[in-house]
């Protein structure tokens, strides 16, 4: 599955403990990350500052769903069940 351009879930819905520029701390769950354009696309993709855990997530059905909606839903399940 390709990602869905101007998404943006994996960029709000799930926690990141990775330090990220601009947030040095990473990113609490639901919180969107600093680095996420005002058109849900991410301005790191490619740059070497982009943390690992961002580069390795690939779209998927299973938490990406049919909608920016559900991927949110999905992304939040799934962190809350892993917390």
Known sequence: MN???GCGACCIAPSI???IPGMP???R???RCVQ???DF?????GDPRRPAVCSAFSADPVCCGESRED???L????EQATA
């Open 3 to 5: 990602c869905r351009p």
């Open 36 to 38: 996420l354009s005002d």
């Open 41 to 45: 696309l991410c301005l790191l993709f």
């Open 29 to 31: 769950a639901g919180e």
């Open 17 to 19: 403990s990775s330090p």
């Open 71 to 73: 991927a949110i839903q």
């Open 25 to 27: 701390h990473g990113k």
């Open 75 to 78: 992304l939040g399940w799934l």
